[in-house]
């Protein structure tokens, strides 16, 4: 049994099964000296409150405003109160990758990264890569390409991340870059994942990971705006150099045309990319919280009045190399 406080936090869907939420909570009594279940859901769970009445050290918070995952999964990371916290959904939580990542993270490895099997269409697959090798050159991109969207995030990491004025927008990604070290580990869901298709979803996740994590956009708008000034000059250079030493000059309407579409096309580029980050700006601005706890409930199972808040022993059988406030 590791010495550790491991919180265990699950974003429930319409239809998860709670029985296995009880085979996890069986679990780590099992093999974890400490340990608390964190379950977070968008709607009020039917047959929670008789969950709460047999399994001990239970959580459940009902969030509001957001059903987006990550900020679900920000929700969590912000109320674990463990020294190492998983973060996952039914589907791609395993009694195996919660054993593996917790000593992933004894060894060292503050974030780990679940990645396993996903189906996809083809045409994602092939936009995604597109994406990635452009977004790489601008920010650095680095989240596998098969992750699961589990997390398990050490103390130390955790307490970095939430410091951040704006952690919840792009969890995963502030997590790659919080400075802390990022394992991944593959491992086998007992059903194959499914990514979303919804191209509104898509999109407004590209845009959100493009616009919310570098201004290295807006420079390159900003240099475009000042290259097509530059060409505008030049043609109307041109015009003038033409009609002083030409006579009969025919008339340009295709030129003129093709010229003007495409500085049209140039501007509204700038303009919608400004348009994005001004809404960037007044997102930040916003005092309002990305999501708030509108229900919470506990386990009303006493806990074991037995056990003795005393030790036999100052120090551990084995070190967590990611440990917090404690001798190493």
């Known amino acids: 049994m590791k010495d550790v406080f491991i919180s265990l936090a699950i974003v429930l869907g319409k239809r998860d099964s709670l029985t296995m939420v009880e085979s996890y909570a069986g679990f780590l ?5 400490d340990y608390e279940i964190l379950l977070l859901a968008t709607e009020d769970i039917p047959n929670i409150s008789e969950l709460l009445r047999y399994v001990d050290k239970i959580r459940f918070l009902q969030i509001s405003n957001t059903s987006d995952y990550e900020i679900l999964c920000a929700a969590a990371l912000e109320n674990a109160i463990g020294d190492i916290t998983i973060i996952g959904r039914l589907e791609n939580l395993t009694k195996d990758i919660i054993e593996q990542g917790v000593s992933t993270c004894f060894e060292g490895s503050d974030i780990v990264i679940g990645c396993t099997d996903i189906s996809c269409p083809a045409w994602y697959r092939f936009g995604s890569r597109i994406f990635r090798t452009a977004v790489s050159r601008v920010i650095n991109y680095n989240i596998p390409i098969n992750d699961s969207g589990l997390r398990i995030v050490s103390r130390r990491a955790a307490n970095t991340i939430i410091s951040k004025n704006r952690f919840h927008r792009n969890l995963f990604l ?21 990514k979303p298709h919804s191209l509104a979803k898509i999109y407004n996740h590209a845009v959100s990971i493009l616009i919310l994590n570098s201004t290295k956009p807006l420079r390159f708008m900003n240099v475009l705006g000042l290259f097509s000034s530059f060409i505008s000059f030049l043609f109307a250079l041109y015009s003038v150099v033409v009609h002083l ?12 045309i093709l010229f003007t579409s495409i500085q049209f096309f140039f501007l509204f580029l700038i303009l919608a990319f400004l ?16 999501y708030n706890v509108v229900l919470e409930k506990h386990s009303s199972v006493m806990l074991d009045l037995s056990r003795l808040n005393v030790i036999s022993e100052s120090t551990a059988s084995e070190v967590n190399l990611t440990q917090t406030g404690r001798d190493r």
């Open 29 to 33: 009594k099992e093999n974890y000296s």
């Open 174 to 194: 502030q997590m790659n870059h919080c400075g802390y070290t990022v394992k991944t580990l593959e491992y086998r869901c007992d059903k194959r994942l499914k």
């Open 245 to 256: 030493f030409k006579r009969n000059v025919v008339e340009g309407w295709t030129t003129q």
């Open 275 to 290: 348009g994005e980050y001004i809404l960037r700006l007044l997102s930040n601005q916003n005092n309002t919280s990305s």
